[in-house]
Nanobody, 121 residues
Framework: QVQLLESGGGLVQPGGSLRLSCAAS????????MGWYRQAPEKQRELVAT???????TYADSVKGRFTISRDNAKNTAYLQMNSLKPEDTAVYYC???????????????WGQGTQVTVSS
């Protein structure tokens, strides 16, 4: 069984920084993509950033230049460094991963439980 455990959310003032972590654990053979999505109240879940196993990254236009995604393949962990935070970044942030639980299983998508990020003075 695979679990994605997020940590690092909280309350921060505008202009501040937070670092989110997502650790994948359980039966994991290989991880392809890891990413972060977010969902604000009454809005649809949206992509924030993704990173492939080789380090290729994508970002939402709204976070480019402020957020940086990275990963430690040895630890099956992804990180999201968020700088210059704005009130509109307030949302529940979800970790997402496309991984294979075994050599005989194709890629499957998993989600974490989410961590709240609130940007407010």
């Amino acid at each position: 069984q695979v679990q994605l455990l997020e940590s690092g959310g909280g309350l921060v003032q505008p202009g501040g920084s937070l670092r989110l972590s997502c650790a994948a654990s359980g039966s994991i053979f290989s991880i392809n993509v890891m990413g972060w999505y977010r969902q604000a109240p009454e809005k649809q879940r949206e992509l924030v950033a993704t990173i492939t196993s080789r380090g290729g990254t994508t970002y939402a236009d709204s976070v480019k230049g402020r957020f940086t995604i990275s990963r430690d393949n040895a630890k099956n962990t992804a990180y999201l460094q968020m700088n210059s935070l704005k009130p509109e970044d307030t949302a529940v942030y979800y970790c997402n991963s496309l991984l294979s639980p075994s050599a005989r299983t194709s890629w499957l998508q998993y989600w974490g439980q989410g961590t709240q990020v609130t940007v407010s003075s």
